[in-house]
């Protein structure tokens, strides 16, 4: 009684491991770039988020059940980990079906171990993607194939069950039908298992009749998304193409190249054993070693001429392989327990070793973000300085997934600035079908920030070095958005470029018209309050934008002081400055080294006044400094003589 349930409990076991394994801390690893894309396209709903993937490189199916999973788990990372967790803890039972059909039951639970085991896959069941659940559907797909393939009856609800898996997989992973191509060959090329080819071809016939429809929507969009994705790849040689991918799939793909290769060389090793024949039932060793080593090169073989012409390539692409390699370990290894186990206990040690290498590299070594993409510290420095309403203008959709996740503070409005809502392909307008993106314009902003009007806007581009008056869209928009408010700060958060612009409250006074004369040709002739108030309260903030001219550029960059002054000294720093903002004119862009000859500078400031500012009687004054050496310019009186260094604009009560 026993030996019978010892596969059973052996199975048990190794699926309670690999159950450990893939949830160790999966709810401590931040989401990274594609998982933050997926969250974000929970966050617009089951309709659009279908749409939206017309311009994913993968298909709609994964975000499509996440969505519906996350009505019931929720969106936090360990959430929605749980359902990449599940659909890798399924394939290791998958696995032994598989490997018992294909060769007994000692391959299968070899398999099922190593599966449980393998680096690629505790990797993969921890990502919130769809990588662990082609590898379930590819499974289930070919323990469907071999059990059509050994029963002498037509058995059509088999068949209908593995069109159905069929047409989830290529819903999954466009990748996935260079396996499907694979499972077609392979009927011809065994001997009896050709009788089935027809009735697959009507299969693959009623799976395309489906998909037609999603096809002629979604083509030219999927096309043009890797094509895009593509130009930052390089073509491999076939040889090439296949190393890297049996590198990924055996070892992982955390270890460096250096390490991982020669790990993964010895793991070939060891599988190349395999081909030798492992079989005790089931198929013959030939048509099993043509199954396993046909189910990791034919799918890549048939994969390269369209590698060559969009060379992009990770390995996690074709996860539904591994399996397949798993499988072809647990042959090589059987085969060494019929042969010489004393060889067999080397090459245990040897995938031991491996692989413990691999995992703990993965555990400890790993993260999902260098040093470059991690947003939480943006994102506290955004929930730190927010206030209800901001407006964030960003350029990458997967953005607002890490807000989704991480952001705690008041409610935000997003803008992406390549407009999807609403904006339709021409060649799709009477069905309404595919967003196109359209680019925002600076005019399209600038309505945004009138109509909604934000206290701030947060400016969040990545890999954008800001170019005052540049070609891209980025500097257009952002010159919009400068035009409108006053700089408060910028930081880089790794890649990412965060600024944020304070927006003056609406009905700011007319412009001041004034003629005041500084040294080296520089004159104000000008200013606005944004309050118009002669009362000012503590804590409260008020918006001053000057208007200078200038005969020409100057030898130095001058700096701009604002300052709320009292009667008595602030304690913070033993001066009578109660507010104050000091930056290069216009917004830190325009130096006046760079004025020309009368043009007029718009030179935004913020001041914002001590919470603790006594009541009394406060002057507004401005001036320009050298920076270098704090020498302060000077007015230029009527006769010509310079005057005092500074210039009182207004007079201000705080009560």
Known sequence: MIGRRLPLISLTLMTLLGLLLRITHAGHLWLWGDEAWGLYLIRQGFWQLTLETALDQHPPLYHQLTYLWSLFAGRSELALRLFSIFAGVLSIPLTYQVGRQLSGRAVGLVGALLVALAPFSVHYSQEARMYSLIMALGLTSTYLLLHLIRSPARMPGIWAAYGLVTLLGLLTLYSYAFFVAFQGLILLLIGRARRRFPAWLGVQGAVALVLIPFIFVFIQPILETLRIQSQFGQARTLPALLGETWTGLAMGVTLAPSIAGPLALGLGVIAALGLLGASDKGFSAGEQSLFLAGALIIPLVLF?????????????????????????????????????????????????????????????????????????????????????????????????????????????????????????????????LIPQPVALTPGDVTGLIRQQQPRQVWIMWRDIVRHPGGPLLEDQIEDAVSRLGVKVDEAWFGHVRLTRYALPPPGASP???????????????????????????????????????????????????????GSRLNPRDGTPVWAGHDMTPGNGERPTTSWQPGEVIRDPHLLRLDPDAPPGEYILEVGLYDPASGQRLRLRQPDGSLGEDRLILARLVVP
Not at 313 to 329: C, G, H, S, Y
Not at 345 to 368: E, I, T
Not at 394 to 412: D, I, K, S, T, V
Not at 516 to 534: D, K, R, S, T
């Open 304 to 432: 390269y001429p369209l590698h060559v012409r969009l060379p992009w390539l990770q390995p996690r692409v074709f996860a539904f392989l591994t399996p397949a390699l798993d499988l072809l370990l647990a042959c090589g290894l059987v085969r060494l327990w019929h042969w010489r186990r004393a060889s067999l206990v080397l090459a245990l040690a040897y995938v031991g070793l491996a692989w413990s290498w691999g995992l703990h590299d993965y555990y400890v070594n790993f993260s999902r973000y260098d040093g470059y993409e991690d947003y939480r510290p943006l994102i506290a420095q955004v929930a730190a300085h927010a206030q209800p309403g901001d407006l964030v203008l960003h350029h990458a959709r997967w953005q607002e997934g890490y807000f989704e996740a991480y952001y705690q503070g008041p409610p935000l409005r997003f803008e992406y600035v390549l407009d999807t809502r609403g904006r339709h392909s021409p060649a799709f307008k009477g069905l309404h």
């Open 511 to 565: 412009a001041q018209p004034m003629e005041a004369p500084w040294e080296n040709g520089i004159q104000l002739q000008g200013y606005a309050l944004a309050p118009p108030v002669q009362v000012i309260r503590p804590g409260e903030a008020l918006y001053l934008t000057l208007y200078w001219r200038a005969d020409g550029p100057t030898a130095v960059s001058y700096t701009v002081f604002t300052h709320l002054v």
